[in-house]
Protein backbone atom coordinates (compact mmCIF):
# COMPACT_ATOMS: atom_id res chain seq x y z
CA UNK A 1 0.00 0.00 0.00
CA UNK A 2 1.64 3.79 -1.12
CA UNK A 3 2.11 6.08 1.68
CA UNK A 4 -0.52 8.26 0.17
CA UNK A 5 -2.62 5.97 0.01
CA UNK A 6 -2.38 5.16 3.62
CA UNK A 7 -2.70 9.06 4.26
CA UNK A 8 -6.48 8.92 2.42
CA UNK A 9 -7.05 5.77 4.45
CA UNK A 10 -6.30 7.64 7.70
CA UNK A 11 -8.70 10.47 6.88
CA UNK A 12 -11.18 7.73 6.14
CA UNK A 13 -11.08 5.96 9.45
CA UNK A 14 -11.11 9.39 11.28
CA UNK A 15 -14.55 10.04 9.94
CA UNK A 16 -15.63 6.93 10.98
CA UNK A 17 -14.51 6.65 14.74
CA UNK A 18 -15.06 10.78 15.62
CA UNK A 19 -18.07 12.14 16.93
CA UNK A 20 -19.94 14.78 16.32
CA UNK A 21 -17.58 17.62 18.52
CA UNK A 22 -14.59 18.63 16.47
CA UNK A 23 -11.56 20.26 17.35
CA UNK A 24 -11.94 24.10 16.87
CA UNK A 25 -8.21 25.00 15.61
CA UNK A 26 -7.52 23.91 11.92
CA UNK A 27 -4.24 21.67 12.34
CA UNK A 28 -2.19 19.99 9.46
CA UNK A 29 -1.12 16.38 9.28
CA UNK A 30 1.36 15.72 6.59
CA UNK A 31 1.75 12.47 4.93
CA UNK A 32 3.62 11.15 1.71
CA UNK A 33 6.98 9.37 1.10
CA UNK A 34 8.56 7.91 4.36
CA UNK A 35 12.10 8.30 3.51
CA UNK A 36 12.41 12.20 3.92
CA UNK A 37 13.48 13.24 7.42
CA UNK A 38 13.24 16.48 9.08
CA UNK A 39 15.56 19.42 8.27
CA UNK A 40 15.82 22.45 9.46
CA UNK A 41 13.04 25.67 8.48
CA UNK A 42 16.20 28.24 7.89
CA UNK A 43 19.67 27.99 7.47
CA UNK A 44 20.98 26.47 3.50
CA UNK A 45 19.49 27.31 0.85
CA UNK A 46 17.86 23.77 -0.37
CA UNK A 47 17.85 24.92 -4.08
CA UNK A 48 19.83 27.02 -6.29
CA UNK A 49 16.42 28.61 -7.75
CA UNK A 50 15.22 29.34 -3.80
CA UNK A 51 16.65 32.10 -2.29
CA UNK A 52 19.26 32.98 -3.70
CA UNK A 53 17.93 35.54 -6.73
CA UNK A 54 20.68 34.46 -9.12
CA UNK A 55 21.24 37.01 -11.70
CA UNK A 56 17.97 37.54 -14.20
CA UNK A 57 17.84 36.53 -17.88
CA UNK A 58 18.30 39.63 -19.77
CA UNK A 59 15.12 41.73 -20.13
CA UNK A 60 13.65 40.30 -16.68
CA UNK A 61 11.99 42.49 -14.82
CA UNK A 62 13.56 42.68 -10.86
CA UNK A 63 11.88 42.36 -8.27
CA UNK A 64 11.75 45.43 -6.92
CA UNK A 65 11.01 47.43 -9.62
CA UNK A 66 8.30 45.08 -9.99
CA UNK A 67 6.54 46.24 -6.94
CA UNK A 68 6.86 49.23 -7.53
CA UNK A 69 4.62 48.76 -10.45
CA UNK A 70 2.21 46.97 -8.22
CA UNK A 71 -0.99 47.87 -7.28
CA UNK A 72 -0.78 49.37 -3.68
CA UNK A 73 -3.54 48.21 -1.32
CA UNK A 74 -4.26 47.21 2.61
CA UNK A 75 -4.90 44.01 4.01
CA UNK A 76 -6.75 43.15 6.66
CA UNK A 77 -5.94 39.40 7.06
CA UNK A 78 -8.84 37.24 9.28
CA UNK A 79 -6.78 36.36 12.62
CA UNK A 80 -9.45 33.15 12.54
CA UNK A 81 -7.95 31.97 9.71
CA UNK A 82 -4.23 32.52 10.12
CA UNK A 83 -2.22 29.87 12.43
CA UNK A 84 0.66 32.89 12.61
CA UNK A 85 -1.88 35.46 13.85
CA UNK A 86 -0.58 37.05 16.96
CA UNK A 87 -4.44 36.94 18.36
CA UNK A 88 -5.32 33.35 18.29
CA UNK A 89 -3.33 30.36 19.75
CA UNK A 90 -2.28 28.18 16.91
CA UNK A 91 0.84 26.75 18.27
CA UNK A 92 0.47 23.50 17.02
CA UNK A 93 -0.49 24.31 13.79
CA UNK A 94 2.00 26.93 13.19
CA UNK A 95 4.30 24.15 13.74
CA UNK A 96 2.77 22.10 11.59
CA UNK A 97 3.33 24.35 8.87
CA UNK A 98 7.05 24.97 9.51
CA UNK A 99 7.58 21.19 8.80
CA UNK A 100 5.10 20.82 6.00
CA UNK A 101 7.86 23.89 4.91
CA UNK A 102 10.82 21.90 6.00
CA UNK A 103 9.85 19.00 3.81
CA UNK A 104 8.87 21.26 0.19
CA UNK A 105 12.98 22.44 1.09
CA UNK A 106 14.16 19.25 0.97
CA UNK A 107 12.69 18.06 -1.99
CA UNK A 108 13.72 21.18 -3.52
CA UNK A 109 17.48 19.64 -3.02
CA UNK A 110 16.42 16.99 -5.51
CA UNK A 111 14.52 18.75 -8.13
CA UNK A 112 13.00 22.17 -9.43
CA UNK A 113 10.22 22.90 -6.91
CA UNK A 114 9.00 26.74 -6.75
CA UNK A 115 5.93 26.64 -8.55
CA UNK A 116 3.23 24.69 -6.12
CA UNK A 117 -0.73 23.35 -6.52
CA UNK A 118 -2.66 22.93 -3.96
CA UNK A 119 -6.02 21.03 -4.66
CA UNK A 120 -8.20 18.61 -2.79
CA UNK A 121 -11.27 16.26 -4.05
CA UNK A 122 -14.34 18.16 -3.26
CA UNK A 123 -14.89 21.98 -1.52
CA UNK A 124 -14.39 22.92 2.07
CA UNK A 125 -11.55 20.50 2.66
CA UNK A 126 -9.41 23.42 3.68
CA UNK A 127 -7.27 23.67 0.43
CA UNK A 128 -7.51 27.82 0.69
CA UNK A 129 -6.56 27.51 4.42
CA UNK A 130 -3.63 25.80 3.93
CA UNK A 131 -2.75 27.65 0.49
CA UNK A 132 -2.46 30.92 2.29
CA UNK A 133 -0.51 29.59 5.78
CA UNK A 134 2.21 27.51 3.95
CA UNK A 135 2.98 31.06 2.27
CA UNK A 136 2.56 32.50 5.58
CA UNK A 137 5.26 29.91 6.80
CA UNK A 138 7.49 30.87 4.14
CA UNK A 139 7.74 34.59 4.24
CA UNK A 140 8.42 34.47 7.72
CA UNK A 141 11.45 33.58 6.47
CA UNK A 142 14.06 35.83 5.88
CA UNK A 143 14.49 37.31 2.32
CA UNK A 144 11.87 34.95 0.69
CA UNK A 145 9.45 35.68 -1.84
CA UNK A 146 5.74 34.12 -2.75
CA UNK A 147 3.05 34.58 -5.03
CA UNK A 148 -0.16 33.17 -3.97
CA UNK A 149 -2.35 33.21 -6.94
CA UNK A 150 -6.14 32.34 -6.89
CA UNK A 151 -6.88 29.97 -9.80
CA UNK A 152 -10.28 28.67 -8.55
CA UNK A 153 -12.00 31.35 -11.07
CA UNK A 154 -15.12 29.35 -10.17
CA UNK A 155 -15.51 30.36 -6.49
CA UNK A 156 -12.45 32.26 -5.57
CA UNK A 157 -11.85 32.56 -1.97
CA UNK A 158 -8.21 33.50 -1.35
CA UNK A 159 -8.44 36.94 -1.10
CA UNK A 160 -11.10 36.55 2.09
CA UNK A 161 -8.49 34.96 3.87
CA UNK A 162 -5.96 38.05 3.65
CA UNK A 163 -8.65 40.49 3.52
CA UNK A 164 -7.77 41.82 0.29
CA UNK A 165 -9.85 43.16 -3.19
CA UNK A 166 -11.53 40.57 -5.60
CA UNK A 167 -10.39 42.67 -8.27
CA UNK A 168 -9.09 43.43 -10.59
CA UNK A 169 -7.51 39.16 -10.81
CA UNK A 170 -6.82 36.70 -13.04
CA UNK A 171 -9.29 36.37 -14.60
CA UNK A 172 -9.08 39.94 -16.12
CA UNK A 173 -5.14 39.31 -16.97
CA UNK A 174 -5.83 36.06 -19.09
CA UNK A 175 -8.88 38.09 -20.58
CA UNK A 176 -5.91 40.77 -21.32
CA UNK A 177 -8.04 43.15 -19.97
CA UNK A 178 -5.14 44.04 -17.27
CA UNK A 179 -1.39 43.26 -17.51
CA UNK A 180 0.66 41.67 -14.25
CA UNK A 181 1.05 44.83 -12.79
CA UNK A 182 -2.34 45.59 -12.58
CA UNK A 183 -3.49 42.78 -11.20
CA UNK A 184 -0.39 41.04 -8.55
CA UNK A 185 -1.10 42.90 -5.06
CA UNK A 186 1.86 43.47 -2.23
CA UNK A 187 1.07 43.00 1.21
CA UNK A 188 2.65 44.74 3.78
CA UNK A 189 6.04 43.16 4.77
CA UNK A 190 6.44 43.39 0.96
CA UNK A 191 7.49 39.50 -0.17
CA UNK A 192 3.73 38.27 -0.15
CA UNK A 193 1.65 39.07 -2.97
CA UNK A 194 -1.24 38.26 -4.74
CA UNK A 195 -3.09 37.82 -7.33
CA UNK A 196 -6.59 37.33 -6.71
CA UNK A 197 -9.63 35.47 -8.84
CA UNK A 198 -11.09 38.34 -9.94
CA UNK A 199 -14.47 38.63 -11.54
CA UNK A 200 -16.45 35.67 -12.27
CA UNK A 201 -15.78 34.49 -16.36
CA UNK A 202 -18.30 32.15 -18.30
CA UNK A 203 -15.09 30.22 -19.42
CA UNK A 204 -12.34 30.00 -17.02
CA UNK A 205 -11.26 26.44 -18.56
CA UNK A 206 -10.22 28.07 -21.28
CA UNK A 207 -8.52 30.71 -19.72
CA UNK A 208 -6.34 28.82 -17.70
CA UNK A 209 -5.33 26.68 -20.65
CA UNK A 210 -3.91 29.23 -22.12
CA UNK A 211 -0.59 30.13 -23.62
CA UNK A 212 -1.11 33.81 -21.16
CA UNK A 213 -1.28 31.55 -17.97
CA UNK A 214 1.97 29.80 -18.72
CA UNK A 215 3.61 32.94 -19.88
CA UNK A 216 2.36 34.68 -16.57
CA UNK A 217 4.05 31.23 -14.41
CA UNK A 218 7.26 31.80 -16.55
CA UNK A 219 7.58 35.60 -15.93
CA UNK A 220 6.94 35.26 -12.30
CA UNK A 221 9.15 32.23 -11.72
CA UNK A 222 12.00 34.84 -12.45
CA UNK A 223 11.40 36.81 -9.28
CA UNK A 224 9.53 34.46 -6.63
CA UNK A 225 11.03 31.71 -4.68
CA UNK A 226 7.68 29.98 -4.29
CA UNK A 227 4.52 30.55 -6.66
CA UNK A 228 1.13 28.99 -5.15
CA UNK A 229 -1.68 27.83 -6.52
CA UNK A 230 -4.82 27.81 -5.07
CA UNK A 231 -6.97 25.70 -7.64
CA UNK A 232 -10.61 24.16 -7.94
CA UNK A 233 -11.36 20.64 -6.37
CA UNK A 234 -10.26 17.98 -8.80
CA UNK A 235 -13.70 15.84 -9.08
CA UNK A 236 -15.88 19.19 -9.81
CA UNK A 237 -13.78 20.28 -13.23
CA UNK A 238 -11.07 19.82 -14.68
CA UNK A 239 -9.22 22.84 -14.12
CA UNK A 240 -6.78 21.52 -11.39
CA UNK A 241 -5.53 18.98 -13.70
CA UNK A 242 -4.36 21.44 -16.56
CA UNK A 243 -3.04 23.64 -13.69
CA UNK A 244 -0.90 20.79 -12.61
CA UNK A 245 0.70 20.34 -15.95
CA UNK A 246 2.52 23.97 -15.74
CA UNK A 247 3.59 23.22 -11.71
CA UNK A 248 6.35 21.66 -10.51
CA UNK A 249 4.28 19.94 -7.72
CA UNK A 250 1.14 19.09 -5.77
CA UNK A 251 0.01 19.46 -2.82
CA UNK A 252 -3.29 17.15 -1.82
CA UNK A 253 -5.28 18.32 0.50
CA UNK A 254 -8.12 15.90 2.67
CA UNK A 255 -10.45 17.15 5.49
CA UNK A 256 -9.96 14.39 8.33
CA UNK A 257 -12.98 13.10 9.20
CA UNK A 258 -14.81 14.08 6.54
CA UNK A 259 -13.68 13.45 3.08
CA UNK A 260 -14.63 10.27 1.58
CA UNK A 261 -11.86 7.52 1.00
CA UNK A 262 -13.16 6.64 -2.32
CA UNK A 263 -13.67 10.23 -3.74
CA UNK A 264 -10.05 11.32 -2.54
CA UNK A 265 -8.32 8.01 -3.99
CA UNK A 266 -10.49 8.81 -7.26
CA UNK A 267 -9.36 12.54 -7.13
CA UNK A 268 -5.50 11.82 -6.34
CA UNK A 269 -5.24 9.23 -8.90
CA UNK A 270 -4.94 11.94 -11.24
CA UNK A 271 -2.19 13.91 -10.18
CA UNK A 272 -0.07 10.65 -9.40
CA UNK A 273 1.41 11.29 -12.58
CA UNK A 274 1.89 14.67 -12.01
CA UNK A 275 4.08 15.06 -9.13
CA UNK A 276 1.92 14.87 -6.37
CA UNK A 277 4.12 15.54 -3.36
CA UNK A 278 2.04 14.43 -0.76
CA UNK A 279 -1.31 14.51 0.98
CA UNK A 280 -1.94 17.47 3.75
CA UNK A 281 -4.61 16.06 6.15
CA UNK A 282 -6.36 18.77 7.47
CA UNK A 283 -8.25 19.77 11.30
CA UNK A 284 -6.66 16.47 12.33
CA UNK A 285 -8.17 16.38 16.19
CA UNK A 286 -5.76 17.95 19.21
CA UNK A 287 -5.06 14.45 20.31
CA UNK A 288 -3.55 13.22 16.89
CA UNK A 289 -1.39 16.12 16.28
CA UNK A 290 1.27 14.93 18.36
CA UNK A 291 1.21 11.63 17.31
CA UNK A 292 3.83 9.95 15.47
CA UNK A 293 2.01 9.58 11.67
CA UNK A 294 4.85 11.37 9.91
CA UNK A 295 5.82 10.29 6.32
CA UNK A 296 6.89 13.26 4.45
CA UNK A 297 6.82 14.64 1.36
CA UNK A 298 8.27 12.88 -1.91
CA UNK A 299 7.68 10.77 -4.85
CA UNK A 300 4.86 8.27 -4.99
CA UNK A 301 7.58 5.56 -5.84
CA UNK A 302 9.54 3.80 -2.80
CA UNK A 303 13.01 4.34 -2.09
CA UNK A 304 15.23 2.50 -3.67
Known sequence: MSRIHEALKKAAEERSAQGVNRAV??????????????????????HPGIGTHSK?????????????????????????????SA???????????????????????????????????????????????????????????VLLID?????????????APEKPGLSE??????????????????????????????????????????HLLDRMSQMFDWIILDSPPALAVHDASILADMCDGVLFVVRAGATDFELAEKASAEFREKNLLGV??????KSDAYGDYYYGYGSEREAE
Open 25 to 46: SDLVELSGHPTLGEIAPTGAVA
Open 56 to 84: LEPGVLKFEEFKKRCTPVTWRVDPSASVF
Open 87 to 145: HTNHQVGAEKFRTLRSRLYQIATAQPLKKLLVTSSTPAEGKTFVTANLAHSFVRQADRR
Open 151 to 163: SDLRASRLHLHLG
Open 173 to 214: YLRGDCDEFQVTQVGSDGNLCLIPGGREVSNPSELLHSERMK
Open 280 to 285: VLNRVE
